[in-house]
């Protein structure tokens, strides 16, 4: 018989414990899924190029109503847009309901359960168990930023990709150099003017 989860609104309907079936699967297969993201990266950021030539803002909602589709249907994707799953052996952290993103909080249960949903296991014991498979498995122990809430539902595809390819520093220094000229104007400016 289902337990019935501690915070639940009354009246709603049982969550089917075959949704998470796909989730485990791939936190069970998160080596494989490491290289398949692997890949995906490689390849976005060789595409970056394009991306900057067709605009990235124009590529911002196909690419996340693809990311959505795919990553909702294996990892119960939340659309964050600041993917964590690299570092959390393939297991979303925010499907842990207190939003946890730096390990579980101390009400996991005996049988590894989650202390708000007890018949879901804790995202973080899944985490651990994923990332035991991972190349990259160690990056579990390094703290996570808090959540930037400003970039849900946007595509963390595009944003590692702006990040990798150097996109984002060569516009920082860009900007860096405008605001420099531009200073140096005033400069120019304020001293031309003192002497007249
Ligand atoms: S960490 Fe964010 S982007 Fe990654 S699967 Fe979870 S909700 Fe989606």
Redo the contacts with the bound molecule.
């Keep these: 018989m289902r337990t019935p989860a501690a915070f639940e609104a009354t009246g709603k309907s049982p969550r089917d414990a075959k949704k998470f079936a796909l989730r485990f699967w791939a936190i069970r297969n998160s080596a494989a899924m490491e290289r398949m993201y692997n890949g995906l990266e490689w390849t976005l950021v060789k595409l970056a190029p394009a991306f900057t030539a067709i605009g990235w803002e124009r590529m911002e909602k196909p690419v996340a109503k693809v ?1 959505k589709l795919v ?1 909702g249907a294996l ?11 690299s570092s ?1 052996g393939m297991s ?4 842990c309901p207190k939003g946890l993103r730096n390990g579980p909080c101390g009400g996991v249960r005996a049988n590894g359960n989650c202390e708000v949903y007890a018949d879901m296991p804790c995202v973080w014991v899944k985490a651990y168990e994923g990332s035991q498979n991972m190349q990259d498995g160690a990056a579990i122990a390094v703290p996570a930023k808090p959540v930037d809430h400003r970039l849900k539902g946007t595509s ?1 595809w595009l944003a590692v990709a702006r990040e990798k390819s150097g996109y984002n520093a060569r516009i920082a220094a860009e900007r860096a150099a405008a605001a420099a000229a531009a200073k140096a104007k005033a400069a120019t400016g304020k001293s031309g003017g003192a002497k007249a």
């Design positions: 990311e990553k990892f119960d994707c939340k659309m964050c847009g600041q993917c964590a799953l959390t979303c952290p925010m499907n963390s």
